[in-house]
């Protein structure tokens, strides 16, 4: 299925804090996600990727956890930089249907 | 790596006009791309599934009159927006499946298209 964001959700942290930035996905059927990362005017940039057999994965500064339990997944990103300013996008991907959904997205902004 | 180039980054039509947006695959090929849409403070929404040599798959609720598809080359797929009302007003994005993309897909960096 589709997840359709009707706001972007705003999540304000300081420069060298950890975020964690949450995402629901529809599809209990997923077997791939994918957290991107669009900056203003830009297309989605790959920041890092986690197969349903898995339950985490890290990345360099980053973290994603999956929870298929409750069809949830998380990006933590470590010491977060102002370059890190950005809307967050999880989408997942079921491999039959060889595309993605996007959810609904969240605004990252980091304070100097 | 793989490389989407998207064309115009952004265009401004009148009302009742068609404009035709470009997504190009610059250094591999690409059978499969995704045309999304994505209004301000809100996520993309996928529209179709291009394929190469076939007609494109529609998602639910997208209109394929208005939303014409061409996928006639590798390295070429265009989205031309029929007939373009203020509501068509948007940010179209193309993705293109790519085993050499991060992820597997490769995104374009996307038109701003606004009808006056």
């Known amino acids: 299925g589709e997840s359709v964001g009707l706001h972007l959700p705003t999540l304000s942290v300081q420069e060298g804090d950890n975020s964690i930035i949450n995402c629901a996905y529809s599809?209990?059927?997923?077997?791939?996600f994918i957290w991107y990362k669009q900056e203003s005017g830009k297309g989605p940039q790959f920041i890092i990727d986690?197969?349903?057999?898995?339950d985490k994965r890290q990345g360099q500064r980053v973290t994603v956890l999956l929870n298929k339990t409750v069809k949830h997944l998380s990006l933590q990103i470590a010491a977060t930089q102002p370059g890190d300013s950005a809307v967050y996008f999880c989408?997942?991907?079921?491999?039959?249907?060889?595309?993605?959904?996007f959810g609904s997205g969240t605004k990252l902004n980091v304070k100097p | 790596g793989a490389v989407v180039s998207q064309h115009p980054s952004r265009v401004i039509c009148k009302s009742g006009t068609s404009v035709k947006i470009e997504c190009r695959s610059l250094d591999f090929q690409a059978t499969t791309m995704f045309w999304y849409r994505q209004f301000p403070k809100q996520s993309l929404m996928l529209m179709a599934t291009?394929?190469?040599?076939?007609?494109?798959?529609?998602e639910q609720g997208v209109e394929k009159d208005k939303f014409l598809i061409n996928h006639a080359s590798l390295t070429l797929s265009t989205l031309t927006v029929t007939s373009a009302h203020p509501e068509d007003s948007s940010f179209y994005i193309c993705?293109?499946?790519?085993?050499?993309?991060?992820?597997?897909?490769?995104f374009g960096s996307g038109t701003r298209l606004t009808v006056v």
């Open positions: 291009s394929n190469e040599g076939s007609k494109a798959t529609y």
């Open positions: 989408a997942e991907n079921m491999n039959n249907f060889n595309k993605f959904y």
């Open positions: 599809n209990s059927a997923s077997d791939y």
């Open positions: 986690i197969r349903s057999n898995m």
């Open positions: 993705s293109a499946k790519s085993i050499r993309g991060l992820g597997g897909y490769t």
